[in-house]
């Protein structure tokens, strides 16, 4: 397995690299990011050989999509998949600070939901400007959800069901300016809810199917399997807590999560696998995975996420981990086991 290596589509659209760059990063996530290092990061990736990209307007207040589209309006277009996301408006205003939502050096527009036709067209058209692009491959709506939402969900659901956010979307797919929509979103439940609404081609899943936890077996990536819709693993390492840094879910590390994860850690050392090789490549070995996207802040940490995702793993060290009930029973495994 390499970077390189494309896995096709469940619908056959497209095929995405295996390993996928997430640019929240180039916006500026926790700690500033400089252009220079974004840029060097972004000519990186691609002379490794990833070619799937995935921005939002959200990240760094849009000063992803710039970063981004700077470096990738240089390169072929028909040699890179990129996709961003729809459902927030950016807006000016300058009371905008530093820190905030977690970036740390926004730039002066405020993100307002709004998931309704218009909105959606909007968002859009504001993304390929910053892009510089004619496209977007893959359009998600971003932070859709009743966890996200809490009491404000049937609202903006409703937006899209009734308000025709939905529609927009199968409206710049019949008209070829984007090639697949679905949802990119850190809920698998709301997947389900949308494909009872909408076709959808596939759909950005962050940190819901990984090592640490595999609840969206069933029923979702047993659905999308039999439907033809693909999953792109996001935040294979749970927020950072697979990976050191003690975050899950954006935040400080629950104990339970803490313990389960020094369990996964006992097997991985007995083994000599490192934790972030075996969070890259396990999502993958589903039918429903094309690809797992993580994000780098610098191209040494990209270098390194190749690296991980290129270490072989021994067949025993999967087994062992179903043993100790540290994977759900079902999960497909890298080499097969099962």
Same mark, same amino acid.
């Given at each position: 397995?390499?970077?390189? @290596?494309?896995?096709?589509?469940?619908?056959?659209?497209?095929?995405?690299?295996?390993?996928?760059?997430?640019?929240?990063?180039? #916006?500026?996530?926790?700690?500033?990011?400089? +252009?220079?290092?974004?840029?060097?990061?972004?000519?990186?990736?691609?002379?490794?050989?990833? *070619?799937?990209?995935?921005?939002?307007? $959200?990240?760094?207040?849009?000063?992803?999509?710039?970063?981004?589209?700077?470096?990738?309006?240089?390169?072929?277009?028909?040699? $890179?998949?990129?996709?961003?996301?729809?459902?927030?408006?950016?807006?000016?205003?300058?009371?905008?600070?530093? #820190?905030?939502?977690?970036?740390?050096?926004?730039?002066?527009?405020?993100?307002?939901?709004?998931?309704?036709?218009?909105?959606?067209?909007?968002?859009?058209?504001?993304?390929?400007?910053?892009?510089? &692009?004619?496209?977007?491959?893959?359009?998600?709506?971003?932070?859709?959800?009743?966890?996200?939402?809490?009491?404000?969900?049937?609202?903006?659901?409703?937006? &899209?069901? =009734? #308000?025709?956010?939905?529609?927009?979307?199968?409206?710049? *797919?019949?008209?070829?300016?984007?090639?697949?929509? /679905?949802?990119?979103?850190?809920?698998?439940?709301?997947?389900?809810? %949308?494909?009872?609404?909408?076709?959808?081609?596939?759909?950005?899943?962050?940190?819901?199917? @990984?090592?640490?936890?595999?609840?969206?077996?069933?029923?979702?990536?047993?659905?999308?399997?039999?439907?033809?819709?693909?999953?792109?693993?996001?935040?294979?390492? +749970?927020?950072?807590?697979?990976?050191?840094? /003690?975050?899950?879910?954006?935040?400080?590390?629950?104990?339970?999560?803490?313990?389960?994860?020094?369990? !996964?850690? %006992?097997?991985?050392?007995?083994?000599?696998?490192?934790? =972030?090789?075996?969070?890259?490549?396990?999502?993958?070995?589903?039918?429903?995975?094309?690809?797992?996207?993580?994000?780098?802040?610098?191209?040494?940490?990209?270098?390194?996420? &190749?690296?991980?995702?290129?270490?072989?793993?021994?067949?025993?060290?999967?087994?062992?981990?179903?043993?100790?009930? !540290? &994977?759900?029973?079902?999960?497909?495994?890298?080499?097969?086991?099962?």
């Amino acid at each position: 397995m390499t970077a390189v @290596t494309a896995k096709m589509m469940l619908n056959q659209t497209f095929a995405l690299s295996q390993l996928g760059l997430g640019c929240a990063q180039m #916006g500026g996530l926790y700690r500033p990011s400089s +252009n220079e290092e974004a840029t060097h990061t972004l000519q990186t990736a691609w002379d490794m050989g990833l *070619r799937y990209f995935d921005t939002a307007p $959200f990240y760094g207040y849009t000063l992803s999509e710039h970063r981004v589209g700077a470096v990738l309006r240089e390169k072929p277009r028909a040699e $890179f998949i990129l996709s961003s996301k729809v459902g927030r408006l950016m807006k000016a205003d300058t009371s905008v600070k530093p #820190g905030e939502d977690g970036w740390a050096e926004p730039l002066p527009f405020r993100p307002h939901y709004d998931y309704t036709y218009s909105g959606i067209m909007r968002s859009f058209e504001d993304s390929l400007q910053r892009l510089g &692009l004619t496209h977007i491959d893959i359009l998600f709506v971003h932070d859709i959800g009743a966890y996200t939402h809490q009491e404000m969900h049937a609202h903006y659901w409703a937006q &899209l069901t =009734q #308000g025709g956010g939905f529609r927009a979307l199968e409206e710049l *797919r019949t008209q070829g300016q984007t090639r697949a929509i /679905g949802l990119g979103v850190n809920e698998w439940q709301i997947i389900v809810e %949308a494909m009872q609404e909408v076709t959808l081609d596939c759909s950005l899943l962050a940190g819901r199917y @990984t090592l640490l936890e595999q609840e969206s077996l069933e029923p979702l990536l047993s659905r999308c399997a039999a439907s033809g819709h693909s999953i792109i693993a996001g935040g294979p390492f +749970n927020s950072g807590i697979l990976a050191g840094s /003690g975050k899950f879910n954006y935040a400080d590390a629950p104990a339970e999560v803490v313990a389960k994860v020094a369990r !996964l850690t %006992a097997v991985c050392d007995a083994f000599e696998v490192p934790v =972030q090789a075996a969070a890259l490549q396990f999502p993958l070995a589903h039918p429903a995975v094309v690809s797992c996207l993580a994000g780098a802040r610098n191209a040494t940490q990209l270098t390194q996420n &190749l690296a991980w995702m290129n270490t072989p793993l021994p067949t025993a060290f999967w087994q062992a981990l179903k043993d100790k009930e !540290l &994977l759900h029973p079902d999960a497909p495994t890298p080499g097969g086991a099962a």
